[in-house]
Nanobody, 116 residues
Framework: QVQLVESGGGLVQPGGSLRLSCEAKGRSFSIFTMGWYRQAPGKQRELVARITRGGSPNYTDSVKGRFTISRDNVKNTVYLQMNNLKPEDTAVYYC??????????WGQGTQVTVSS
C-alpha cells in the first residue's frame, strides 16, 4: 500500500557527495519512521540512518558527521545527504518506511559506488 521511489545513486570519487531521495506514495499519512539501509556484496543489510515523523534522526556510527538524513512530510520524501564518501560506503542503498503498527515497505534500491 506504500510504494517507494528512490533516486540519486551513482558513481562518485572518494571525498565526494551524493544525495539520495525516496518518495513514499500511498498510505503516507500512516508512516511512522523513514530510513535508509545499505547492503554491500557479501555483507548483511545494515541500517544507515532513520528519522522519526517528528524529525529526530539516528545514525550508525560509521556515517556520523558525514551523512545527514532529513524528511519532508509535505512531499512525503526522505533524503540522505552523503558527504565525504569513502570506498567502504559502496553498497546498494534501500529506502524503508515503517507504518504505525509495524508494517514495513522497501524501496527498489539504488547503487552507490565510491571509487577512484
Amino acid at each position: 500500500q506504500v510504494q517507494l521511489v528512490e533516486s540519486g545513486g551513482g558513481l562518485v570519487q572518494p571525498g565526494g557527495s551524493l544525495r539520495l531521495s525516496c518518495e513514499a506514495k500511498g498510505r503516507s499519512f500512516s508512516i511512522f519512521t523513514m530510513g535508509w539501509y545499505r547492503q554491500a556484496p557479501g555483507k548483511q543489510r545494515e541500517l544507515v540512518a532513520r528519522i522519526t515523523r517528528g524529525g529526530s534522526p539516528n545514525y550508525t556510527d560509521s556515517v556520523k558527521g558525514r551523512f545527514t538524513i532529513s524528511r519532508d512530510n509535505v512531499k512525503n520524501t526522505v533524503y540522505l545527504q552523503m558527504n565525504n564518501l569513502k570506498p567502504e560506503d559502496t553498497a546498494v542503498y534501500y529506502c524503508k518506511v515503517d507504518l504505525f503498527g509495524g508494517r514495513g515497505y522497501w524501496g527498489q534500491g539504488t547503487q552507490v559506488t565510491v571509487s577512484s
